[in-house]
Nanobody, 119 residues
Framework: QVQLVESGGGLVQPGGSLKLSCVAS????????????MAWYRQIPGKQRELVAGFFGGTTDYADSVKGRFSVSRDGARNTMYLQMNDLGPEDTAVYYC??????????WGRGTQVTVSG
């Protein structure tokens, strides 16, 4: 069982930045055979959850809407994934979720962190 805990959300003005963190309870979460993918998703009320950015095997992937503004990174020693979000706009307002799919394809979700861009 892997627990994921997101943090770093909050209220920011348009054009501002935030950095989200997702800490996994398991050790060596990014070991080659231990994981399939780890990614950030977001969801606006009434809409489907959508991929923002993440690690899929040995590659990274970004939604077109965030390319050039968001950057995903990870720290294997801390079992942590980050999402640096720059030049935020109202359209980025959502609950951001961390997702992890293990090597055996078991899937886990965090509880989410709210990002609100307003002002």
């Amino acid at each position: 069982q892997v627990q994921l805990v997101e943090s770093g959300g909050g209220l920011v003005q348009p054009g501002g930045s935030l950095k989200l963190s997702c800490v996994a309870s398991a050790d060596s979460i990014f070991a080659v055979k231990a994981y399939h993918s780890m990614a950030w998703y977001r969801q606006i009320p009434g809409k489907q959850r959508e991929l923002v950015a993440g690690f899929f095997g040995g590659t990274t992937d970004y939604a077109d809407s965030v390319k050039g503004r968001f950057s995903v990174s990870r720290d294997g020693a801390r079992n942590t994934m980050y999402l640096q979000m720059n030049d935020l706009g109202p359209e980025d307002t959502a609950v951001y979720y961390c997702n992890f799919i293990a090597g055996n394809m078991a899937e886990y979700w965090g509880r989410g962190t709210q990002v609100t861009v307003s002002g």
